[in-house]
T-cell receptor, first 113, second 111 residues
Framework: DAMVIQNPRYQVTQFGKPVTLSCSQT?????MYWYQQKSSQAPKLLFH???????NEADTPDNFQSRRPNTSFCFLDIRSPGLGDAAMYLC????????????FGPGTRLTVT | SQQGEEDPQALSIQEGENATMNCSYK?????LQWYRQNSGRGLVHLIL?????REKHSGRLRVTLDTSKKSSSLLITASRAADTASYFC???????????FGPGTRLSVLP
């Protein structure tokens, strides 16, 4: 089945230690999104790629970076995680911008110790 | 500030009852989407309604959109325990970077 896969499902990292979360998709969608969701809050869009074009949200901290080496894979890099970065990180894909639904992966829950 | 806001924040009903959730937003939209999220999981798309549509149905789900009031509602009929989840509306301004989720409604359906 076509899907969005996130690895790992749970990640523990130390304060200040770089961490990378990965997302892959078999849907061949043009757009890949990264969201941060804290407990009992709405998902917050961090950035997205449309093909190779990177689009950053204005309020996304510089501590968060992303890479998309090919259509199928997208990575979220947190350069120096702080305690406030502990959250669920959701990857989503979309076929395009206008009137397309987003397909979400199961998420990676990040704990910062 | 948030584009979409859901009302109520939490809703508890008995199995078989109907559940209605509302979403308000601030600016003009291209479309509005509703998603469901089970505890600790990813989001699942339910319905997309375009700005020129007023109502859409999908199974036990009915979504309305009133662009003059900048509001939408999601009705779940004959609710089941499996409908227990958080429901989010998301507004799409059509430019990719403006896909904003509301804070969500936590629905509990009691058996």
């Amino acid at each position: 089945d076509a899907m969005v896969i996130q690895n790992p499902r749970y990640q523990v990292t130390q304060f200040g230690k770089p961490v990378t979360l990965s997302c892959s998709q078999t849907l061949n969608h043009n757009v890949m999104y990264w969201y941060q969701q804290k407990s009992s809050q709405a998902p917050k869009l961090l950035f997205h790629y449309y093909d190779k074009d990177f689009n950053n949200e204005a309020d996304t901290p510089d501590n968060f970076q992303s890479r998309r080496p090919n259509t199928s894979f997208c990575f979220l890099d947190i350069r120096s995680p702080g305690l406030g970065d502990a959250a669920m990180y959701l990857c989503a894909t979309g076929a395009g911008y206008l009137s397309y639904e987003q397909y979400f992966g199961p998420g990676t829950r990040l704990t910062v110790t | 500030s948030q584009q979409g806001e859901e009302d109520p924040q939490a809703l508890s009903i008995q199995e078989g009852e109907n559940a209605t959730m509302n979403c308000s937003y601030k600016t003009s939209i291209n479309n509005l989407q509703w998603y469901r999220q089970n505890s600790g999981r990813g989001l699942v798309h339910l319905i997309l309604i375009r700005s020129n549509e007023r109502e859409k149905h999908s199974g036990r789900l009915r979504v309305t959109l009133d662009t003059s009031k900048k509001s939408s509602s999601l009705l779940i009929t004959a609710s089941r325990a499996a409908d227990t989840a958080s429901y989010f509306c998301a507004t799409d301004l059509g430019r990719g970077q403006n896909f904003v989720f509301g804070p969500g409604t936590r629905l509990s359906v009691l058996p």
